[in-house]
C-alpha cells in the first residue's frame, strides 16, 4: 500500500477504534478474540486467547454482551456457557471446515457401533454435535481430558490430526474421526525442511492440528496458548512457527526482540479472517448477528462443556 492510503486506512482505524469504545461502554460489551484474529481486531479485543481460553472468559465475565471474534463454533460455545447475555458475531460467514466435517447423524452412526465408548469431542464441533457427546476438550487439555473419561474406549471426534498426536500419550483404545483443519493440514514435511534449511538457528514449534509427519519434527508441540508460552520462556531467540499466522501479533508483543518465522505463507485461516473493525461497529450498533442455540440443544451441550472446564 501507498504511504497516503497508508495514512488515510490508519486514520479510519483510529476512528473505528474509538467508536467500539464508546459501543461497548454505552452496551457493558466486552471484545472477545482468538490468536488467529487479524491485528486490528486483537488490538481491540478485551482478552485474546485461544479457544480453552476464550470459553473460560465467557462462562466467566459479567459484561451483558459478548462480541466474539473467533469463528461460528466458538460463539456458539460463548453463548451455550452464558444463556443469558447476547453473544454477537461480527460476521456469520465465519464457519470452521473442520467443525463442518462431522455430523449428529455420523456419530449416533459411530455410537451405535461402539456402544461402549465414551465421545470426546474437540471444541471444533458445532453445537448439536456437541449435545451428543461426554466431554469437550481443546488441544490445550485433550490428553488430561482422555485420561479422565470413565472409559477405556473412547470415539474422538473430529479432528484426526489431533486424535493421532493424543493417541500417543493413551493407552486407551481411540476411534478417530477423519476431520481436519484445512489450514494447519496444509503444512508439509517439504515446507519445514525448507524452512529449517533457510534458518537453521530457530526451533520449529508447532500445532498438533498439523499433520502427524510435520508434528514429528516439532522442537515443540502445543496448543496456541502452549506455544506462545514456550516461545516467550525459551532461551533461544528464533522460531519457525507452524500454526496459523495470526498468533504472530501475541508472539511479536510478548517477545518484541525474538524473531518468528510462520512456516509457509498459506497458514492463514481464511475464516478467521472475515472479521474486522468495521463489521465490530456494525454487529454492537445493531445488536446481531446474533448466536442463538436452541435450549434442549444448549443444555446437553452444556454439561459436555462443563465437564471439560472441571477438568484439572
Ligand atoms: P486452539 O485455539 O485450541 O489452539 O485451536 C486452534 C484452532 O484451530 C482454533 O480454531
Ligand atoms: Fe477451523 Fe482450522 Fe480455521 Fe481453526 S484454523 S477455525 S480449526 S479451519
Known amino acids: 500500500m501507498e504511504a ?51 470459553a473460560q472468559k465467557a462462562a466467566s465475565t459479567d459484561a451483558d454482551v459478548i462480541v466474539f471474534c473467533g469463528v461460528h463454533f466458538m460463539g456458539e460455545s460463548a453463548k451455550i456457557l452464558a444463556p443469558n447475555k447476547t453473544v454477537l458475531i461480527p460476521d456469520e460467514r465465519a464457519g470452521c471446515p473442520m467443525a463442518d466435517m462431522v455430523n449428529v447423524d455420523g456419530l449416533r452412526a459411530l455410537k451405535k457401533k461402539h456402544p461402549n465408548a465414551k465421545v470426546v469431542a474437540y471444541i471444533n464441533t458445532s453445537a448439536d454435535v456437541k449435545s451428543e457427546t461426554d466431554i469437550c476438550c481443546t488441544s490445550a487439555n485433550a490428553i488430561k481430558v482422555i485420561e479422565a473419561v470413565d472409559s477405556d474406549e473412547i470415539i474422538w471426534v473430529p479432528d484426526k490430526n489431533l486424535g493421532d498426536y493424543v493417541s500417543k500419550f493413551t493407552d ?36 498438533p492440528e498439523c ?12 496448543s496456541t496458548t502452549a506455544i ?14 507452524g500454526t496459523e499466522d495470526g498468533t504472530g501479533y501475541q508472539l511479536r508483543l510478548d517477545s518484541p526482540n525474538k524473531k518468528f518465522h510462520f512456516a509457509t505463507k498459506y497458514l492463514v485461516c481464511p475464516n478467521m479472517k472475515v472479521n474486522n473493525l468495521k463489521k465490530v461497529v456494525k454487529c ?12 434442549h440443544v444448549a443444555d446437553k451441550a452444556r454439561a459436555s462443556l462443563e465437564r471439560m472446564l472441571q477438568v484439572k
Open 4 to 54: 497516503l492510503a497508508l495514512e488515510r486506512k490508519a486514520e479510519q482505524n483510529r476512528e473505528l477504534k474509538e467508536r467500539i469504545a464508546q459501543l461497548k461502554k454505552e452496551r457493558n460489551a466486552i471484545i472477545l478474540a482468538h490468536y488467529y484474529q487479524r491485528d486490528e481486531i486483537q488490538e481491540v479485543a478485551d482478552f485474546r486467547g485461544d479457544s480453552f481460553l476464550l
Open 172 to 207: 486407551k483404545k481411540m476411534i478417530i474421526w477423519e476431520g481436519y483443519c484445512n489450514t494447519h493440514d496444509m503444512l508439509t514435511v517439504k515446507d519445514v525442511e525448507e524452512m529449517k534449511a533457510q534458518y537453521p538457528n530457530a526451533q520449529f514449534v508447532v500445532h
Open 211 to 222: 499433520r502427524p509427519e510435520v508434528v514429528k519434527m516439532g522442537d515443540f508441540v502445543g
Open 228 to 241: 506462545i508460552k514456550y516461545c516467550r520462556e525459551s532461551d533461544c531467540q528464533e522460531f519457525i512457527v
Open 284 to 295: 454492537l450498533e445493531t445488536n446481531g448477528p446474533q448466536i442463538y442455540v436452541p435450549p
